[in-house]
Structure formats: C-alpha cells, structure tokens
T-cell receptor
Framework: EAQVTQNPRYLITVTGKKLTVTCSQN?????MSWYRQDPGLGLRQIYY???????DKGDVPEGYKVSRKEKRNFPLILESPSPNQTSLYFC???????????FGPGTRLTVT | GENVEQHPSTLSVQEGDSAVIKCTYS??????FPWYKQELGKRPQLIID?????GEKKDQRIAVTLNKTAKHFSLHITETQPEDSAVYFC????????????FGAGTRLFVKA
C-alpha cells in the first residue's frame, strides 16, 4: 500500500530537549516536504527536498533542521525545541513539483 | 514574502446549493495550484488541481478556475452534500528551481442537511 508514515504520532516534551520526527514514504517519490499546521494559519512549509542530499528552506525554517540521506526518509530535527514549536506537523511527498502531495498522518507535538 | 489569501474563512450552505472559495496568490512564478480537503482529525487530501497552462478543470461536482493575469483561482462545488463539510485549503506551488508551496489559511465549509 502506497503511504507516508510519521513517528511518533504524539509527543510531549520539554524546552531544549532535542527530538526527531521521522518520515518515510514507499512511493519512490523525489519530492518531500515538512509542514506545520496552526489554527487560522493553514499549513506552512518548513523545509523541502527535491532529491537525496538536496534540501532547501520553506517559509518557516527557523529552529528546524532536516536531512535527506536516503530517498525514502526525510526526518525533521528540533535541536532545542521551544513552546512556540507546539504544533501539528505533517510530512508529505510527491513524484514531481506539479503533482499531488501525499500527506502523512501528522505528529502532534507539545513543548512545555 | 510570498503569500496566498483565501476567502471566505467560513462558509455555510444548504444541501444542494453551490459553494465557491476564492484564492489570490502573489508569486508570479507559481505554476501549480492544488486544492486539499481536510476532515476533522485527518490529513489533507487532494481533491483537484490545475496547472498554469490551463484555465479551467472539472471533475464531477468540483471545478477549479485559474486567472493567471489576475493571480486568482477559485474552487466551485455544486450540489453540495453533508459529506462535503470539511476545511478546504488552496495552495500555490513554484516548481521551477525549487518546490516552495504556500497554502491559504483555509475555509471551513458547513453543508446543512
């Protein structure tokens, strides 16, 4: 079954404790993105990747890092989480830049 | 920075009526315009998309129109049904030289039976 998976689905952590949210897709897609969703703001792109070892900043990259060492995986790293990073995070992948993005199930992160 | 404005933020219609959601984008390099539907507690899913070389696209009860000169695109849902109730997001994507995607803030659609 074609899918995008994210882990963990829920995470409560404290300020400053490094964390990683994993994202994996099994569709051999080149393009992957991370978004955060906050009420009234829609989805905002954090980082995107167009292929292995090719990543670039989206609209709200501050406080986040990503890597793309393998085509299927695109982890999101928060080196020192802060309360303003409390949000719902979605990973997405697509075959080209003009194709449907397939979203993962989301990760709800709370930073206290 | 670049942005996408979406209106209205909330829309309530009677079952069987039509619903129209409008978006305006600022980046003239945008060339791909998808619409996503998000039901409560679920992930966004594509319902229709349009590319910059096309002015209109239809898929059963759903249609999208694009006016590149005005940087404006719209979603039209006809014969609305209660299961159309959800949040709808428009987006503008720039594929040339990158993969920046800007989403609108969303429209919450209520279809009353």
């Amino acid at each position: 079954e074609a899918q995008v998976t994210q882990n963990p689905r829920y995470l409560i952590t404290v300020t400053g404790k490094k964390l990683t949210v994993t994202c994996s897709q099994n569709m051999n897609h080149e393009y992957m993105s991370w978004y955060r969703q906050d009420p009234g703001l829609g989805l905002r792109q954090i980082y995107y990747s167009m292929n292995v070892e090719v990543t670039d900043k989206g609209d709200v990259p501050e406080g986040y890092k990503v890597s793309r060492k393998e085509k299927r995986n695109f982890p999101l790293i928060l080196e020192s989480p802060s309360p303003n990073q409390t949000s719902l995070y979605f990973c997405a992948s697509s075959g080209t830049s003009e194709d449907e993005q397939y979203f993962g199930p989301g990760t709800r992160l709370t930073v206290t | 920075g670049e942005n996408v404005e979406q209106h209205p933020s909330t829309l309530s219609v009677q079952e069987g009526d039509s619903a129209v959601i409008k978006c305006t984008y600022s980046d003239s390099a945008s060339n791909y315009f998808p619409w996503y539907k998000q039901e409560l507690g679920k992930r966004p899913q594509l319902i229709i998309d349009i590319r910059s070389n096309v002015g209109e696209k239809k898929d059963q009860r759903i249609a999208v129109t694009l006016n590149k000169t005005a940087k404006h695109f719209s979603l039209h849902i006809t014969e609305t049904q209660p299961e159309d109730s959800a949040v709808y997001f428009c987006a503008a994507s720039t594929g040339t030289g990158g993969f920046k995607t800007i989403f609108g803030a969303g429209t919450r659609l209520f279809v009353k039976a």
